[in-house]
């Protein structure tokens, strides 16, 4: 298994101060949605509520990992290429610099209970009776990450108000990629397709992937394309299919 992190380093001084900024400064924000129904990975949910960020991150590290394989039969030296068996999801760590200190009020804290929000199901999918964390995408500009959930939060208070409210902090914040398999989804790419992937097991028909991933069987002629299938009717159990995103399909047409 190899990894490959990729860090981005923003230009500019740390920040110090909310005021005077740019007119034109786009700032970062984590867009936090309910996860979809029925288990899909084609694309969030409903859109809940953003968090924005005070200031923009000064760096953010991507690591992808593959995974590899070689041949155990032969000697190490005298086998060939390694066999890529698939791909781990893409994991996104970042550090939010929160501080109040102009009005010395609670709005860290309120931020970092919303951070840590998304760490918990959501109400709606624990009434269903399958727990499930909200999705969120990390924007910033033009640049529009992976659907993600969020993995960990950890915040560090630095400053207080003599009654001991935290008025500066610094999160650090993991994002891990819903699907694994997924092309283009470097965050600076700007892409906003989401290809989920679909493992067939005994009795899985193209229509019933379709009704799971949207909810019409109808679409199963665009997994089938997708996935070279000239068959429809012989599917191997074991067998990955990649499921494109509604949005994909919409633009095909």
Known sequence: MS????????????????????????????????????????KPGEFMHDIP?????????????AKWKRDAQRNAKKSGPPEFTGADPCKLSLEVFL??????????????????????????????????????????????GFPAYVSSVSAKYTLFTPAGVPVRAVCTVAL???????????PTSGTRVVRATHTIVAGDTLQS????????????????ELNDIDDPMVLRPGTRLRVPALEEIAHGQ
């Open 53 to 65: 960020f005070q200031f923009n991150p000064k760096e953010l590290t991507l690591t992808k990992n």
């Open 209 to 224: 992937v379709a009704y799971r991933a949207y909810g019409d069987p109808g679409y199963w002629r665009d997994i089938a």
């Open 176 to 186: 891990e990629e819903i699907s694994g398999e997924q092309g283009g989804q470097n």
């Open 3 to 42: 990894a490959s992190p990729v860090t981005f380093v923003s230009a500019g001084s740390p920040p110090t101060s909310g005021y005077g900024a740019p007119p034109n400064l786009q700032r970062a924000k984590l867009a936090v949605h309910k996860p979809p129904q029925a288990g899909s990975t084609a």
């Open 99 to 144: 501080d109040a200190t102009d009005t010395m009020g609670d709005q860290v804290v309120k931020t970092v209970e919303k951070l840590f929000a998304c760490c918990v199901a959501t109400e709606d999918s624990r009434q269903s009776g399958k727990g499930s964390p909200p999705w969120v995408v990390f924007k910033w500009g033009g640049m529009t």
